[in-house]
């Protein structure tokens, strides 16, 4: 049950940061790059969505789950956290500082659609923040502990942490399974973290250029 717990984890977290990378990379893209009215506005109410304590949505999202049918079940927790207002605003500052502006006209100009300038042109100039981004994410999608106690009430979705959690039971705690457990559960993490740590310090940097 732990094996498959750390596989669920893994999975939820792979699957979260892919979407939130895409998503995010195309919001701000849109946001840097095109003028359209009342931009300013959604960005603003977007970022003011960062302000709001987490316990705030608990409630909404458990209904909100139950509703679509997703409790016990891995999209509910990759599908509400695919896009997130970090995501957008990192993206945004740092493709307003790292792509020109003339070198998107000039795809443009060459006959190149608007996914394709995005593919082509964007995404290969974007690597540092994309793997800050990726790394956070990440590593939030696996630690989730609170979002996956919602949701899951069956044991066998449990992921690695709720694993973890239920070891302390109201008897004897198995103190050395839960220390072995999370040695183990957390060196996924500190193989992403030594890979891209250089990323990671390039993309926070790089995007705090630009206000």
């Given at each position: 049950m732990f094996w498959r717990s750390v596989g669920l984890s893994l999975w939820i977290a792979t699957a979260s940061t892919v979407l939130n990378l895409f998503l995010c990379s195309l919001g701000g893209y849109g946001f840097s790059m095109y003028e359209f009215r009342g931009r300013d506005k959604l960005f603003a109410a977007?970022?003011?969505?960062?302000?709001?304590?987490a316990f705030v949505g608990m409630i909404p999202y458990v209904l909100m789950m139950k509703e679509l049918g997703w409790l016990n079940s891995?999209?509910?927790?990759?599908?509400?956290?695919?896009c997130s207002a970090f995501g957008i605003f990192l993206m945004r500052q740092y493709i307003g500082s790292a792509v020109p502006r003339e070198l998107v006209e000039a795809a443009r100009m060459d006959g190149c659609g608007e996914f394709g300038i995005y593919w082509r042109v964007v995404l290969p100039l974007i690597g540092p923040a994309m793997g800050t981004l990726g790394l956070v994410t990440f590593i939030g999608?696996?630690?989730?502990f609170v979002g996956a106690?919602?949701?899951?009430?069956?044991?066998?979705?449990?992921?690695a942490p709720l694993v973890l959690r239920s070891l302390q039971g109201t008897g004897q705690t198995p103190w050395g399974a839960i220390s072995a457990g999370s040695a183990v559960?957390?060196?996924?993490?500190?193989?992403?973290f030594i890979l891209y740590s250089r990323r990671l310090i390039e993309g926070l940097t790089a995007g705090a250029v630009k206000g």
């Open positions: 977007l970022m003011a969505t960062m302000l709001l304590p891995t999209r509910s927790l990759i599908i509400p956290g695919a999608s696996y630690n989730n106690l919602l949701v899951m009430s069956d044991m066998e979705m449990f992921t559960t957390v060196l996924p993490l500190l193989v992403l």
